[in-house]
């Protein structure tokens, strides 16, 4: 299974999932948001193999969410400006982000990751 694991390597939540990937010998590709950020294309793509609400690719409790104040102003954007908004800057993006063929999990749930990954 090839998997791409983006992360910003500092996030101790990145970390705990990267070590749970390693326990389970699964092998990934490694991708720092901050520094290759996802572009709009790979957003939409994502977004649209996971289901997920694209709330869920938002990293709500990040300090530039709040200073944006996105909360309030993510209701009124279309489709395509979240899309935009995410792909301006890595932090906004939720992470630890998996891709694999088949799923795209965003943040980490080791239950969720053991039933889609395993």
Not at 54 to 81: A, C, H, Q, W
Request: hydrophobic share 35%; net charge neutral.
């Amino acid at each position: 299974m090839k998997v791409l694991f983006v992360e910003y390597p500092k996030c101790s939540t990145c970390q705990k999932a990267k070590k749970w990937l390693e326990s389970q010998g699964i092998e990934y590709t490694d991708r720092h948001i901050r520094e290759d950020r996802p572009n709009r294309a790979e957003i939409r793509e994502w977004h649209e193999k996971s289901g997920l609400d694209i709330k869920r690719f938002f990293n709500t409790s990040g300090v530039l969410y709040k200073e944006m104040k996105l909360k309030d102003r993510l209701p009124e954007m279309s489709l395509e400006e979240k899309y935009d908004l995410l792909a301006s800057d890595g932090m906004l993006v939720k992470r630890p982000i998996i891709i694999t063929e088949d799923n795209v999990l965003t943040g980490f749930k080791e239950s969720e990751w053991e039933e889609r990954l395993l």
